[in-house]
């Protein structure tokens, strides 16, 4: 890649990709209507994003690890963000996933679209099963921003040099420490803080407000 001149940090469920892995996971416990209603209330910051995280898992207890497969053949890519990345990446702005979601989707989602920076949730697994449980460092509203600017400093660049999207209200803090935020698709409790908006699912429509891009 050439010289570095930016970063650009996305969120994963919701603006990524359509979905939202959590409620995928739902639909096969049998419980994606209770998980989906405390999804939105999360998304909308009507709820602490660690405790109905917790909560959301707890019902997943008893699925086996594979349903990981099945659920990362479901989801689907917003439209036009493949071309983004790339077209970023080629202007020498790496592209960091810093999600809400889980380590094994997120992972594989940033493999096949060329990623090296991502940071998602562990689920804890015992004998091929979830356990309902998380394991290490919650990727909390909080830790989304610190993920940014430890990136950031990895790359030695000035804030004004980083781009972070996002649709959610854990979202809201990673968009106000980037030198520009922009509200993707987003909930009404971000679009009320970040001024910059884009509300059609396009990436394409994302670029001409990144100013560093050549």
Same mark, same amino acid.
């Given at each position: ?38 999804? +939105? ?5 009507? /709820? ?11 019902? =997943? ?57 991502? +940071? ?13 449980? /998380? ?12 993920? /940014? ?54 990436? =394409? ?7 560093? =891009?050549?």
């Amino acid at each position: 890649m050439s010289q570095v001149k930016g970063l650009c940090v996305m969120d994963v469920d919701g603006t990524l990709i359509l979905e939202e892995v959590i409620d995928l996971l739902g639909r096969e416990a049998g419980c994606e209507e209770e998980i989906s209603q405390i999804t +939105s209330r999360a998304m909308r910051g009507e /709820l602490d994003f660690e405790s109905s995280l917790r909560k959301r898992v707890s019902f =997943l207890e008893g699925l086996p690890i594979s349903v990981f497969d099945k659920v990362f053949n479901s989801i689907h890519l917003t439209p036009n963000v493949q071309e983004f990345i790339s077209i970023l990446q080629k202007n020498g702005i790496p592209v960091g996933l810093v999600s809400g979601g889980f380590t094994p989707i997120v992972a594989r989602l940033a493999k096949s679209l060329g990623i090296a920076y991502f +940071s998602a949730n562990q689920l804890e697994d015992k004998d091929g099963h979830l356990t309902g449980k /998380l394991i290490g460092q919650i990727i909390s509203p909080q830790v989304k921003e610190e993920t /940014l600017e430890q990136w950031r400093e990895e790359l030695k660049l000035s804030k004004d040099r980083t781009v972070a999207i996002g649709d959610g209200a854990n979202d809201l803090l990673m968009l106000k420490s980037a030198g520009l935020g922009i509200a993707f698709c987003a909930k009404e409790v971000l679009k009320k803080e970040i001024p910059n908006h884009v509300d059609k699912r396009d990436f =394409l429509e994302v670029l001409p407000l990144i100013d560093f =891009l050549e």
